[in-house]
């Protein structure tokens, strides 16, 4: 079923175009890419070809999210991708929260992604624990995003549909399962304190994935917003320097196996 709300405004997909150098952003659930805007913004600065989908059933009316799936949403990703994959000859993926979720299956699914950054990523989520398996209420009023910092808006729903919760649920229950066949390499962001998503999410990701090179760090000054926090800047420089590492050592594999390109 299609969307019948329109965008709120600020919502939108986001692209910046840069070097062939790609990196995909997924925000989290329940969020729009304004979440992620900042961090896009940066990374573009910094040369990068950047593009960050709206997930279909948000960023319009949470009647739309009520009638999505989490393959909808994993379309949303894979659909982005194979536009990123036209205009560059490296992929990265980034997501926040349900982002990261979405990010690992679409590492798992295309194998030629170079490396993935997750951001509180997001396997278990306690506070909604009580909802598994229940049939009502039909919406649940939605609280405060998890943001440390002062003054910060983020666009998101003052309700969420039962049934997008169970998506969710699905989703993350099924990524375990899959981590042991991920290759890629893997940087893994978490926050000291998140209210949302345990950060033993991020270790445990970490822990499990089939990947060798992989690396975690700790956010101090943020909660689990923290696209949208007081470590954002640190978030845009540990990505760089995640990308640059991998750049590097890429060009030196294809330079010892003594090919041309």
């Known amino acids: 079923m299609g969307e019948i709300y329109p965008v709120i ?23 729009t890419p304004e979440s992620v805007v900042y961090v896009g913004k940066r990374l573009a ?11 279909k059933g948000h960023g319009t ?30 992929i990265f993926v980034m997501g926040q929260s ?14 030629s992604i170079q490396g993935i950054m997750l951001i509180n990523a997001a396997l278990t ?21 998890d943001i440390k910092a002062k003054n910060v808006h983020e666009i998101t729903y003052q309700k969420t549909p039962l049934t997008a919760i ?14 042991s066949n991920i290759k890629t390499p893997i940087l893994g962001i978490k926050s000291t304190i998140d209210h949302v998503c345990p ?14 090179k992989k690396e975690i760090i700790t ?21 760089h320097q995640f990308v640059k590492q991998q750049e590097k050592e890429n060009c030196f594999l294809l330079k010892g196996s003594g090919k041309n390109y």
């Open 166 to 179: 169970h998506e969710l649920q699905n989703l993350m229950e099924s990524t375990p399962a899959i981590l």
């Open 98 to 111: 349900m982002g990261g979720t979405l990010a690992l299956h679409l590492a798992h699914k295309f194998q």
């Open 219 to 239: 956010l101090t000054n943020s909660y689990h917003v923290a696209t949208m926090d007081n470590d954002k800047e640190t978030i845009v420089e540990a990505c």
């Open 61 to 90: 009316h949470y009647h739309d999210l009520e009638n999505c799936t989490k393959e909808d949403w994993f379309h949303s990703m894979e659909k982005a991708y194979n536009v990123l994959k036209r205009r560059c000859s490296t």
């Open 199 to 212: 950060p033993e999410n991020t270790e445990y990701i970490l822990e499990k994935i089939g990947a060798t």
């Open 125 to 145: 989520i306690p506070t909604l624990e009580y909802v598994k398996g229940s049939t009502e209420p039909r919406f649940i009023d939605e609280g405060t995003p």
């Open 9 to 31: 405004a600020g919502a939108e997909t986001f692209y910046f175009e840069g070097n062939d150098v790609g990196i995909l952003i997924s925000h989290g659930f329940m969020g």
């Open 45 to 55: 600065q910094l040369g990068y070809t950047v593009l960050a989908p709206r997930l």
